[in-house]
């Protein structure tokens, strides 16, 4: 009998089957729900996709008052940018789409300290495959603060601000606290954790927004740790008066083979850089079917489309109209859509979103080189 995995989920280890529901009570949040039509319009809402959150009635509010608010994300720098990494993506340019001033940190330093120390290498693949394909996914740089945690502005009053926010935070953190939250610790993750809480909390600083404003800061479940000690050490410190951090949480995407997507298996997922006849190779050779084993099976009893990776991608935007996808879902369930027509049905929706965003990239790689230079 196959050993039961226990689920986890931590910034830096996500595994076994994911409860949402167990999640929500484990960290403390709250179900997303009764959201206004604004909101509804996007696909990871409405699906509940976007499942949970912290204080985000405050987002709400800045968006119906059009009030000033901020989108703050961090990106790491490693490996390629895929179709897990896209569900943030989305999030950035419907937040800007809504009027957020957005701010995007490179966490060059976590990534020092915990996965590849060429800080060269981290440059550029923060680059050429996240800032780019935020571009070319619709991301505006006007409205863009894109800086990298090593080097955070050329304008010293700004830098200073930055960093002495990170260092003043520490006092008010505890070894305790940081070992409850993040378990084992040690002293590479404990400087990360402080610079990642003062990246979210430093746009409310006189030198950047020049006052407390809601920010928002949308992530997986499994950088929730990383929000807990931000909000938690925001409301200690008295030399500033921060406006509490409002959070969302996606669930994951399932890698190709179920599971998380990870970036060091490029077998798991599709990346935005693959070529539409790398995607669909991958498709049919390792996505994770819910179908059942003969053809015959599969007419009488249906597929099951909650742990079909195709249909999850589906579900997860690459099919945006929601009575298609209600009809792929129906069919595939009582057994007249196959497994194999499921996954050409992807392939199709793949090869031509592929074709279209390498074309935007092109564009978008001048547009970036332009906006660093």
Not at 30 to 46: G, Y
Not at 218 to 236: E, F, I, M
Not at 330 to 344: A, H, N, P, R
Request: glycine letters at 6%.
């Amino acid at each position: 009998m196959a050993e039961k995995i226990t689920q986890k989920v931590t910034p830096w280890e996500v595994k076994g089957k994911i409860d949402y529901d167990k999640l929500i009570k484990q960290f403390g949040l709250k179900p997303l729900q009764h959201l206004p039509e604004t909101f509804q319009k996007n696909v990871l809402f409405r699906r509940e996709i976007i499942f949970a959150h912290r204080d985000f009635k405050q987002i709400v509010e800045a968006v119906q008052k059009k009030k000033t608010f901020v989108m703050m994300t961090g990106l790491m720098p490693s490996g390629k940018f895929h179709f897990g990494h896209k569900l943030v993506a989305d999030q950035i340019i419907f937040y800007q789409s809504l009027g957020a001033k957005v701010y995007i940190a490179v966490a060059d330093i976590e990534a020092y300290n915990s996965r590849n120390p060429n800080m060269k290498e981290l440059r550029e693949t923060a680059i050429k495959e996240y800032l780019t394909n935020y571009v070319a996914l619709g991301l505006k740089l006007k409205n863009c603060d894109f800086y990298f945690q090593s080097a955070r502005s050329k304008n010293g009053k700004q830098a200073n601000a930055y960093y002495s926010l990170a260092n003043m935070l520490a006092r008010h953190a505890t070894f305790n606290e940081f070992k409850a939250i993040y378990g084992e610790i040690s002293p590479g993750k404990m400087s990360s954790s402080l610079l990642q809480a003062a990246d979210m909390l430093h746009p409310q600083l006189k030198e950047f927004e020049g006052k407390p404003i809601p920010i928002i800061v949308p992530v997986g479940s499994d950088q929730d740790p990383h929000l807990r000690l931000a909000r938690d050490v925001s409301q200690r410190i008295k030399a500033f008066r921060f406006k509490q951090l409002s959070s969302t949480y996606h669930k994951f995407l399932p890698g190709l083979k179920s599971g998380k997507m990870s970036s060091s298996d490029p077998l798991s997922y599709i990346a935005l850089t693959d070529t539409p006849e790398e995607a669909a190779r991958k498709i049919k050779k390792y996505a994770f079917s819910g179908g059942q084993p003969t053809l015959e099976e599969h007419r009488k009893k249906g597929g099951n489309p909650e742990v079909d990776i195709p249909f999850q991608m589906l579900k997860y935007g690459l099919e945006p109209n929601d009575k298609k996808l209600k009809k792929i879902y129906d069919d595939y369930k009582s057994g007249k859509l196959l497994s194999g027509e499921l996954k050409q049905i992807v392939i199709d929706k793949l090869t031509k979103f592929l074709k279209e965003h390498q074309q935007k990239r092109k564009k978008a790689e001048k547009l970036v080189d332009k906006f660093l230079n």
